[in-house]
């Protein structure tokens, strides 16, 4: 393995916190050491967490980028077809989880996992996945300086998805047959509806929280009659069985709270403001937006963005942090609180 001690002008890759390295990558004897693995999905590795070291919040791992050949190989060719400048945008740009075989860690909540499932989450779908505002500082406070964010408060709960595929869409093929004697509600003249988590879609089977809630927020009721083609509503299942009920959820209580919609067939966000308006003209639960603003209304830096992400949640409790999506959907970024973070969260 090549030295992982870095030099001043070095290039580093960063794993931020809830990333998890399963211990069948090649680097994973840089993660072993000190901590016995955990299982996830099925897998051993290592999850990446925050933790206090010295008097800051460290919310993540770098390792010089010279110990992954899997990454240097591929920049070096880039360098030779695109050149060193285009070749360093791309290697900015580039998650390279894929190359990696890192995945992101999320809490296992057994009050919401009984019910039947059709397998995986369709793969045409956009799972939401949101970069922290310190892997974006530089643009944050740079070009998108001068950019309208919508700021909206980032929920504790489990990502999930009501989607509609019209029977013209391309994509309509690809979903697995239903099983017998399912709910009508999952298909009809107009195409098929479904709810899907990150990793799982759900069957109406009269068990799944999820499409409990969907239910209750009068979603099946309408996603028929929405416009655009094929779409995916993107939110949150919250409520008092999930995550700890972090956000204080009267007992009892669940609901889905939406952040944003996807249009299958375009591949892209719509505006957040069409969300905003959609979701008020439904009666959808939308989640809550402090502003539409410029950043340096709030923050000239990483530090003082850190300290406007704490404030109260919906029923009083610590939030999470905030969400910030440019208004035509395409660019976001969280802002995490350092004291949610000191009280336990992820």
Known sequence: MANIYAQVGDL????????FIPNTAQFWELFAGGKHPMVFNGKQGYRVETRWIATRWSQGIIYPLKVFGCITEKYESMIKTSGAECAM???RDTA???????????PTDH??????TLGKAPNFLYQPCWLRAQNQGNFIFGQGRNTTWQISEKLDGVTMQVYRVRRASPFYASLPALPENCSPIMYNEVGRVGVCTRDRDWVDS???LHWKTAKAAGILDRILEMPYGSLAIQGELCGATINGNTMNYPEGKHEFVIFGIWNIDTRMYLPVKEVEQMCAFYKFSHVKVIDYAKVIKYA???DELL???????KFGAMRE????KSLDGATHFKVISKEWLGNGGH
Do not use: H
């Open 206 to 208: 009269g068990e799944s």
């Open 321 to 324: 942090g905030l969400v910030f």
């Open 96 to 106: 390279w989880e894929t190359e990696l075989g890192v995945v992101k860690w999320e």
């Open 111 to 116: 009050s919401v996992i009984p019910g039947v």
């Open 89 to 91: 945008q791309q290697l």
């Open 12 to 19: 580093m890759v960063f794993f931020e916190i809830d990333s």
């Open 307 to 313: 300290r406007f992400a704490s404030g109260k949640g």
């Open 300 to 302: 000239n830096n990483m």
